[in-house]
């Protein structure tokens, strides 16, 4: 059960980097660093949510 909960976690967190990209990206003042770094940790929680269902799926 924790671990369904850890994901569902990193599926909101995942929303709302999406959410705060997607603000980001119709502002053009916004550096294109801060963007790249909103899709540098969106990718990461990606990965993470990958992991968990592989090693869930695997056992």
Same mark, same amino acid.
């Given at each position: $059960? !924790?671990?369904?909960?850890? /994901?569902?976690? /990193? &599926?909101?967190?995942?929303?709302?980097?999406? #959410?705060? /990209?997607?603000?980001? $990206?119709?502002?053009?003042? +916004?550096?294109? /660093?801060? +963007? !790249?770094?909103?899709? #540098? #940790? &969106?990718? !990461?929680? &990606?990965?993470? $949510?990958? &992991? +968990? #269902?592989?090693?869930?799926?695997?056992?």
């Amino acid at each position: $059960m !924790a671990l369904e909960s850890h /994901l569902a976690e /990193l &599926k909101k967190k995942h929303g709302e980097i999406e #959410r705060e /990209l997607d603000e980001a $990206m119709l502002h053009p003042s +916004i550096d294109d /660093l801060e +963007i !790249a770094a909103l899709k #540098r #940790r &969106k990718l !990461a929680i &990606k990965d993470e $949510m990958q &992991k +968990i #269902r592989s090693v869930h799926t695997t056992h």
